[in-house]
Every structure is written in C-alpha cells, then in structure tokens.
C-alpha cells in the first residue's frame, strides 16, 4: 500500500506529468537522508544506554521506533528510484 | 479652512490692485510671465534632457563636493532652485540619493540661484531684453509644435527664456511707471526695524510667488526704478532666501520621510543663513562695496551690487553649514524618523512578481515567513512570556515559570492588525497567481496558502487559552497553573525547535525530527485525560476546572500541530530534491498515532518540569 502510494508520488516528479516539473529525486538526495537516520539512530541507541529511569527509556524508544520507520521508507524509495535507473 | 479661504482672498486683492493701478497690471501681469517662461524653461529642460539631469544626478553623489558643484550648475543652466530641489526629493524618495547628497545639492543650488540676480542686474536692466524676447517666443513656439521630442524641448526652453525676458521687461516698466505716480521709497523703513519688516515681506513675497528668482527680479527691477532703499532690498533678499523653502516644503509634503529631511534641511540652512546676514549685516555691506570696488562696479550700481551681496551671504550660508552637514543629518534622522512601516501590507507581494512564475513562490514563502513571524510575537504575548526569552539559550522551563505577569495587548486588535490583513493579501495573490501556473508550482502556492491558514488559526487558538492563562498562572501555585504552565511550556519548546530549525545550517537543516515532536504532542494528547481523571480522584482540581482545561488543552495541541506543519513546509531543507525526499519519508498523523498508541505512556515531561521549575 505504502509502496503504491510513493510510486504515485514518484510517477508525478519523475515521469513529470503535465505543469511545471517537481524537483528530480535523486538517488544521492535519499542517501544523504538515510546517512542522516542512520546518525540520529546511533545517537538515540547511546542515549538509551544511558537513560536514567524507563520513563526516559521508553520516549527514547519512541524515537527510535520513529527513525527505523523513515529509514524502512527511505529503503523502499530508493529501491523506486534505482529500479527506475535514476 | 485657511487654506479655502486663502486663494479667493488672495485673488480679490489682486483683482483690487490690477482694478486701482494700471501700473500694478503691468507689475503682476510681468510677475505672472516671468513664472510662466519658468515653468516653460522647465518643461523644456524634462524634454530635452532626456534623463540627462537625473543620469548626472547619479553620478554626483559620492562627494560632497561634487554634489555642491553639481547644485551650482544645474541651477545656474535652469535658472530655478525649486525645479533642482524638486527633482533631489523625488530621488531621495526613490532612494537613488543618500540624505547627505541631496543636502550638498540644495546647499549648492542656493549659490547656483544668486547668479539669476547677476543676469538681471548685469544683463536684464541695461539691455532691452524685450526685443530679444519677441524672436525667442517666435522661434520657441514654433518649435514647440514639432514633434520631435528634443525640437520641442528645446523650443520650450527657448520660449521659456522669452517669457522670463518679457516678465522682466513688464516689471521694469511697470515701476518705473510706479515711481511717477507712488514713491514707495516714503515707506522706507530704516535701522532694525526695517531689516525685520522687509526681510518678512521678502519671505511672503516668496512664499506666494513660489520663486526666490522671480522675488530676486521684482526686487532688483524696483531697485533699479528707485522704489526701494538699497538697505530695505538687501532684507528683501534675505526674506527672499527663506521664503524660497516653501517649494521644497510643499514638495515634501507629498514625499517620503527623506523628504521631509531635505525640506527641514533647506529651511534650517536658509534660516541660519538668514539670521547670520541680518546680525553681520555691516560688515556685509563692507565686504560688498569692497568686491565692488575691486570688480569695477559702480558706487551708485545698487542692481548689481545686491547681485553681490545675494552670492556673499549665500556663499557664507554655505561655508558656515557645511562643517555641520553630519551633525544635521544626525539630528534630522532623530526630528524625523521613518515611518512604521505598515505591517498589515504585504510586502514581498506584487505585481512584478506575478509576471515572473520563478519569483512566485519565494516570494509567497517570504511572505508566508513574514506572516508567522507576526503570529508568533502575538502567540507569544498571548501566552504572557516573551519572545526573545522564548528564543535565547535560558531554561524554558524556568522562563515559563518565572513569567506570571499578564502582558497587557488586546489580541484582537493585534490579530486585526498583523495577521488578517497580511493573510487576506496572500489569499488574494495565491487566486491571482494560481491562474498563471500549473503542476508542481500550483501545487507549491496552495500549500503555501495553507501554511498561511494553520498559522491564523494557531493565533485564535491562543485568543481561546489566553483567558485561562491569564487567570491561572499568575497565581503563586496550585494544580490548575502546574497544568496550564505545562500548555505553555510546550508551545514554547516548540516555537525554539522551529526557531533553530529556521537558523540551522543549509546541510544540517531537516524537518524529518519534527515527526518525534509531533509525536510527543500526540502522546501528551492522549495523556491529558489519565492525568486530569487522576486530578478529580484525588481532590486536587474541581470537575469545572477539569473540563476547562481539557477543552483549552485541545486548542493548545492544535495550536502546536499547526505550528509542526508551518514548520514542515517553511523550513524545509533549501535543496528542493532533499526537501521532496523528506515530505515522502515523513510520517503521517495516522501512522504517528498508532506508533505513539503501540509505545507505552510515559509521564508528560513538560507537566513534571513545569511542576520543577
């Protein structure tokens, strides 16, 4: 379903269907943001380490939960857009 | 009222004059022409120039001295000190001209305006000008009919000399033909009183006349046909240069505040120099006869030495302010300041930007970005706490709690005033514009349109919190204020999140963290109903203030969702292919909500640190 839906999206700025063309998703533009998920991943994991009681634990869990969803729709994008051979 | 009644008075005196006195016709009727060829000489001079003056005008802003220099020439080739103060005010409106300049200018046209008393008294009375102002007129008219632009420049130049030469010629015969009926040299007025008495009448003279050049010509011509002392003509002329800052002054009138500066200026200039020529008024006339004697004129020359004492005291005026131009501008920039610039306009917004689709939508964002840097003042004071704190470094917890004073605003008016008209504004142009622009432009103006409403609605929703807030935390303690001081301690964490994310590095700048912020506010939401439950069960707030609060705590995470989303489209990262790729990586509320419903619910932290703090 997910997936659909972003390949909708990219079938607009990609195949640049009618009207003004949207910004060209390149594939470096995802890499650059999973590098970043991928930081911000190993810096909440050092946090968690650290946290002082389960309350902090379980917010910083959140986060995490957060992160590894955008990082699994990061993978799925780039996978579009490699398939697609941009 | 004065002003209504001033013109016909002025009128009927004068039709009471030109009925007694033949005389006095040919007297105003010459007046009247002089000040015709001079709006025709102008005229000439905007045709033919063609941009020259304003091109040279340019050019001579960089050093005081070119810009005095230029004053002096431009004036003596146009023969009019108002035309050349006119045209400085309107590019100091445009903000073609720095204040200092267009001061060097008018300083310099006040020595450039003497030398039209040089050419009358010089030229104008011992030659008959008349006969050279008939084949002028005929030619000038003649070419004014071309069409040609420059033929007709030059044509009404040439017709506007004919005009100033007939004027003069009427005036001449005009009192000399007084001087046998009316000896005004009765009315002479000697010592003091007489300087102060005309130097007034040189001021109105002036003032009504609009033309220190045409009083400098009525003066000289009386003084050549021995209807006025020598000395009553020197304190006409001083009158004179006072009066003649009434030009610039109505052109100000119209003007920007820069204007208004170089209005002051002129008049400040003028009247010191005036002030300086009646008290050294002897030594003056010393110094004139000497420049007399040494240039040849005559001792009896009364024309051309006045013509002498105008450039001498004006070149005085000019060589005593010029020292002070710095501290002049310093003063004028305190007297008159710009005005507050008018917020509810929008001013990234118009017509030009229209007619390019790539200005558009930055424009809009600019606009936009405006638009919540106003809401953000008034969300701010709405919730008592300022925004500067809101924005330094210092523990937010311990601003929120240390501001409990009522900041005294009335919302609604600053709502009127900053928000609705600016939001009205971009409406209009996002109808006017979407027309013009397809697909992902479109696209891109009515999200930013959106932004504009979320960022309106965040403001009503604090007009709904603002009464609870100000009843409730500013008492010393208590349950209801640890809840409400939570509310804001939120929204305040919120607007510094967005505030650096605004500043952060063009490479480090990502909205994508905004989706744990929102979940936070998702997982208070959803808090808010265990805690407050808990509050009843344990006696520690009323059912009433449970449900106002629950009702103020949903307009406050409303108040934050907005504010997440204005973030997400305004602050996105600058690189618009990472920008895309974030709006496709972000989380959508739905899916938020069923993260934060799978994670267990931790404690609200803001409530506990506001209960710290």
Redesign the interface.
């Known amino acids: 379903m997910k997936l659909k839906r972003?390949t909708r999206?990219l079938e607009r700025?990609i195949g640049g269907?009618?009207?003004?063309?949207?910004?060209?998703?390149?594939s470096e533009?995802?890499e650059?943001?999973l590098q970043?998920?991928d930081s911000?991943r190993r810096k909440l994991e050092d946090r968690l380490a650290l946290a002082e009681n389960?309350?902090?634990g379980?917010?910083i869990?959140?986060?995490l939960?957060?992160v590894d969803?955008?990082r699994k729709?990061?993978d799925e994008?780039l996978a579009i857009i490699r398939s697609d051979g941009g | 009222m004065a002003r209504r009644i001033l013109l016909p008075t002025a009128l009927a005196i004068l039709a009471l004059g030109l009925w007694i006195s033949p005389d006095f016709q040919e007297i105003a009727a010459g007046v009247a022409i002089f000040l015709f060829g001079m709006l025709l000489l102008e005229q000439g001079f905007r045709l033919f120039s063609g941009g020259l003056l304003e091109q040279a005008l340019e050019v001579s802003t960089n050093k005081l001295w070119k810009s005095l220099g230029f004053g002096i020439v431009s004036t003596t080739l146009m023969q009019s000190s108002s035309f050349v103060s006119v045209i400085t005010i309107s590019f100091l409106r445009a903000g073609l001209l720095p204040l200092a300049a267009g001061i060097g200018i008018v300083l310099g046209a006040n020595i450039g305006t003497t030398t039209g008393a040089w050419l009358v008294a010089g030229f104008g009375l011992k030659v008959n000008i008349a006969a050279y102002a008939m084949p002028m007129l005929v030619f000038g008219v003649v070419l004014v009919f071309q069409s040609s632009r420059y033929l007709k420049g030059v044509g009404y130049a040439i017709a506007g000399v004919g005009f100033l030469f007939l004027g003069i010629h009427f005036m001449k015969e005009g009192f000399e033909a007084f001087h046998d009926q009316v000896d005004l040299q009765s009315l002479a007025l000697a010592g003091a009183l007489g300087l102060a008495v005309y130097a007034l009448a040189g001021v109105a003279a002036t003032v009504i006349m609009q033309s220190s050049h045409a009083t400098m010509v009525l003066i000289i011509t009386a003084l050549a046909a021995g209807q006025i002392t020598y000395e009553n003509a020197l304190a006409l002329a001083i009158g004179a240069n006072i009066g003649t800052t009434i030009t610039a002054i109505l052109g100000a009138l119209s003007a920007n505040f820069q204007g208004r500066r170089l209005a002051a200026a002129h008049l400040i200039f003028n009247t010191v120099t005036a002030v300086v020529a009646i008290a050294l008024i002897g030594q003056l006339r010393i110094a004139v006869d000497a420049v007399s004697d040494f240039v040849g004129i005559a001792a009896t020359d009364y024309a051309l030495k006045l013509a002498v004492f105008h450039t001498i005291f004006n070149v005085l005026g000019v060589a005593l302010m010029t020292p002070a131009i710095g501290r002049l501008i310093v003063f004028l920039e305190r007297v008159i300041p710009p005005p507050m610039r008018d917020v509810s306009k929008p001013r990234f917004l118009n017509n030009a930007v229209i007619e390019f689709?790539a200005t558009v939508i930055e424009a809009l964002r600019n606009e936009v970005q405006r638009l919540y840097d106003h809401a953000t003042e008034i969300i701010a004071h709405g919730l008592n706490l300022h925004r500067s704190r809101i924005l330094s470094d210092a523990d937010l917890a311990q601003v929120v709690a240390d501001s409990r004073r009522v900041i005294d605003f009335d919302l609604d008016q600053r709502y009127e005033e900053r928000v609705k008209g600016l939001y009205g504004a971009i409406v209009e142009f996002t109808t006017r514009t979407s027309q013009r622009?397809?697909?992902?432009?479109?696209d891109g103006i009515y999200r930013l349109r959106n932004v504009g409403g979320k960022i309106v609605d965040a403001v009503k929703g604090v007009k709904h919190l603002r009464k609870n807030v100000n009843k409730l935390t500013t008492r010393d303690s208590g349950t209801s204020r640890d809840l409400y001081n939570g509310l804001r301690l939120r929204i305040a964490e919120i607007m510094r999140e967005i505030h650096r994310l605004k500043h952060a590095d063009a490479g480090e700048r990502?909205t994508?963290?905004l989706?744990?912020t929102l979940?936070?506010v998702e997982?208070d939401r959803r808090d808010v109903d265990r805690r407050v439950d808990a509050l009843i069960r344990d006696d520690k707030i009323t059912v009433e203030r449970a449900t106002s609060f629950l009702n103020d705590s949903g307009y406050a995470y409303q108040v934050m969702r907005d504010l997440i989303d204005v973030a997400r489209e305004l602050y996105a990262a600058p690189?618009?292919?990472?920008?895309?790729?974030?709006r496709?990586?972000?989380?959508g509320a739905e899916?938020?909500d069923q993260?934060?419903a799978?994670?267990?619910t931790?404690?609200a932290?803001h409530d506990k640190r506001a209960r710290s703090a």
């Not at chain 1, 269907?17 to 060209?24: E, I, L, S």
Request: proline share 6%; hydrophobic share 40%.
């Open positions: 972003i999206k700025f269907k009618g009207g003004a063309k949207a910004p060209a998703i390149e533009h995802v650059e943001i970043r998920l911000k389960d309350q902090e379980d917010r869990r959140r986060k939960s957060i969803e955008q729709r990061g994008l | 689709p622009l397809q697909g992902e432009q479109a990502t994508l963290w989706d744990e979940a936070q997982s690189m618009a292919g990472v920008a895309e790729v974030e496709l990586l972000s989380i899916r938020l993260l934060v799978a994670s267990p931790p404690v932290v």
